[in-house]
């Protein structure tokens, strides 16, 4: 799988970020209809990274990965390797 950045924007409830409402991919702007599942890798501890991951379903139907890396509050899209 490879990453690609992608722009989500969030639900921030009690935390930052705390989970995806609708993701931009290729211009396109995605509706999250479901989340799936979720898990946690990494650290929670200051200045160490800790990842969140988002298996969602989408409006057009289809399912999608999602990373969330809270050290640099940056989104990615995981994709197949062609």
């Given at each position: 799988?490879?990453?690609?950045?992608?722009?989500?924007?969030?639900?921030?409830?009690?935390?930052?970020?705390?989970?995806?409402?609708?993701?931009?991919?290729?211009?396109?702007?995605?509706?999250?209809?479901?989340?799936?599942?979720?898990?946690?890798?990494?650290?929670?501890?200051?200045?160490?990274?800790?990842?969140?991951?988002?298996?969602v379903?989408?409006?057009?139907?289809?399912?999608?990965?999602?990373?969330?890396?809270?050290?640099?509050?940056?989104w990615?899209?995981?994709?197949?390797?062609?």
């Amino acid at each position: 799988m490879k990453l690609r950045e992608i722009t989500v924007i969030t639900y921030d409830g009690y935390k930052a970020a705390e989970h995806p409402l609708r993701f931009i991919l290729n211009g396109h702007t995605y509706q999250v209809t479901e989340i799936i599942d979720r898990w946690y890798e990494g650290s929670a501890a200051p200045g160490e990274v800790y990842l969140i991951y988002f298996k969602v379903k989408a409006d057009d139907g289809r399912i999608y990965l999602l990373r969330y890396n809270g050290l640099f509050d940056a989104w990615a899209i995981l994709e197949p390797e062609e």
